[in-house]
């Protein structure tokens, strides 16, 4: 199994740019979320999904989007970044006992 | 506002001495709690898993739990340089949505030859 993915590993977007973080799963684990860490101030959670068809805001959702569709995959959508968005961005998915594994993160800076 | 705290570290101790991790949360109904290792640059690492009162221990890493008192500890037995990361303490939102995880800050720790 190779756990959680996630492209693109780094990126740099300007100011007003849009992309989509992709991440994937091969552990049938109907949990997915989406962290940011910024330095100093540990894992924030953006959004969730309990399943496919079914996305929940987080603590720190403004100024993006996810959908989920299908079990594996669970993308990120910034519309019009802004510096604030620069960070480094974790996708992970859960068992039902609630621990959950991570991927290699992906580094955007917004200039 | 549930909260789990901290010390930012760092954390200093020599190789081969055991290394103390505290954390405390604030929501008294959480029922699992969990330690993640994370190397500079690199995701974080689940590395224990704990959810009843007392200890559990895997290999040199010893968990402890103390509901009563909002507490969780991370014991590192026999520390080693490679040992040098920041550990984070995550704690469930039980009476939150779908049993997410609440994340400290981490605590830095640096194990020296």
């Known amino acids: 199994n190779a756990g959680v993915t996630q492209t693109p590993k780094f990126r740099i977007l300007k100011i007003g740019q849009s992309m989509t973080l992709q991440c994937t799963q091969d552990?049938?684990?109907?949990?997915m979320y989406w962290y940011r860490q910024d330095p100093g101030m540990g894992l924030k959670l953006i959004y969730y999904?309990?399943?496919?068809?079914?996305?929940d805001k987080g603590e720190v959702p403004n100024g993006y989007n996810v959908s989920r569709s299908t079990t594996e995959d669970f993308p990120l959508r910034l519309e019009l970044a802004a510096p604030s968005q620069t960070s480094v961005y974790f996708c992970?998915?859960?068992?039902?006992?609630?621990?959950?594994?991570f991927g290699p993160g992906t580094r955007l800076t917004v200039l | 506002q549930k909260e789990v705290e901290q010390n930012s570290g760092p954390l200093s101790v020599p190789e081969g001495a055991i290394a103390s991790l505290n954390c405390t949360y604030s929501?008294?109904?959480?029922?699992?709690f969990f330690w993640y290792r994370q190397y500079s640059g690199k995701s974080p690492e689940l590395i224990m898993s704990?959810?009843?009162?007392g200890d559990k221990e895997d290999g040199r890493f010893t968990a402890q739990l103390n509901k009563a008192s909002q507490y969780v500890s991370l014991l590192i037995r026999d520390s080693q340089p490679s040992d040098s990361a920041t550990y984070l303490c995550?704690?469930?939102?039980?009476?939150?949505?779908?049993?997410?995880?609440?994340f400290g800050k981490g605590t830095k720790l640096s194990v020296k030859p």
């Open positions: 992970a998915s859960r068992k039902r006992d609630n621990e959950q594994f």
């Open positions: 704990i959810y009843s009162n």
């Open positions: 552990m049938n684990h109907n949990y």
């Open positions: 999904s309990v399943g496919a068809g079914i996305t």
């Open positions: 929501d008294r109904v959480s029922q699992s």
């Open positions: 995550a704690v469930n939102d039980y009476g939150g949505s779908q049993g997410n995880l609440i």
